[in-house]
T-cell receptor, first 114, second 110 residues
Framework: DVKVTQSSRYLVKRTGEKVFLECVQD?????MFWYRQDPGLGLRLIYF???????EKGDIPEGYSVSREKKERFSLILESASTNQTSMYLCASNLAGGWKDEQFFGPGTRLTVL | ELKVEQNPLFLSMQEGKNYTIYCNYS?????LYWYRQDPGKSLESLFV?????AVKQEGRLMASLDTKARLSTLHITAAVHDLSATYFCAVDDSWGKFQFGAGTQVVVTP
């Protein structure tokens, strides 16, 4: 079974802090994704990565950056957290060019910025 | 730009009755996915639909795909309480990158 893990289930940070959210997958997937989910807005793509050291902006990249130094790990960085970044963050991964391309999701990190 | 619209966004179901959730999308794609999310939890894959006319069934849920109409439906037969959740459809726009619908919150009551 595909397993996608995220470093924290719940996180509380203060405005202005630098925040790291980590995601690890164990199925050798090329693609990894970071979403945020807010009530009434569904899932919005922040950044994605097709390969190590590759990154592409999604729909809402402002205020975020990412790092992918190893194939299995994709980090989301909030350089200076703000209260409007309080949200549920979901990581996902899938195969590149695979026939099914199904995305597998991690358990999510609920981030609160005070 | 690929747009995915789900309706309704909220569905109050009575136990034992049948209902349908609709997912329309704006560009050609033959890959569509349905997910379920329980409150406070992550997304769980329900169905993968990979071609025109594809139909998948699991228990009381059945999903179908009409790529010519750019429409997928999720049909619920004889709703039961444990189907209460939020259901998302997602379309693969390219290379495994998905566009999600806004989700349909389903509440099943006696």
């Amino acid at each position: 079974d595909v397993k996608v893990t995220q470093s924290s289930r719940y996180l509380v940070k203060r405005t202005g802090e630098k925040v790291f959210l980590e995601c690890v997958q164990d199925m050798d997937h090329e693609n990894m994704f970071w979403y945020r989910q807010d009530p009434g807005l569904g899932l919005r793509l922040i950044y994605f990565s097709y390969d190590v050291k590759m990154k592409e902006k999604g729909d809402i990249p402002e205020g975020y950056s990412v790092s992918r130094e190893k194939k299995e790990r994709f980090s989301l960085i909030l350089e200076s957290a703000s209260t409007n970044q309080t949200s549920m963050y979901l990581c996902a991964s899938n195969l590149a060019g695979g026939w099914k391309d199904e995305q597998f999701f991690g358990p999510g990190t609920r981030l609160t910025v005070l | 730009e690929l747009k995915v619209e789900q309706n309704p966004l909220f569905l109050s179901m009575q136990e034992g009755k049948n209902y349908t959730i609709y997912c329309n999308y704006s560009t050609t794609s033959d890959r569509l996915y349905w997910y379920r999310q329980d409150p406070g939890k992550s997304l769980e894959s329900l169905f993968v639909l990979l071609s025109n006319g594809a139909v998948k069934q699991e228990g009381r849920l059945m999903a179908s795909l009409d790529t010519k109409a750019r429409l997928s439906t999720l049909h619920i037969t004889a709703a039961v309480h444990d189907l209460s959740a939020t259901y998302f459809c997602a379309v693969d726009d390219s290379w495994g990158k998905f566009q999600f619908g806004a989700g349909t919150q389903v509440v099943v009551t006696p």
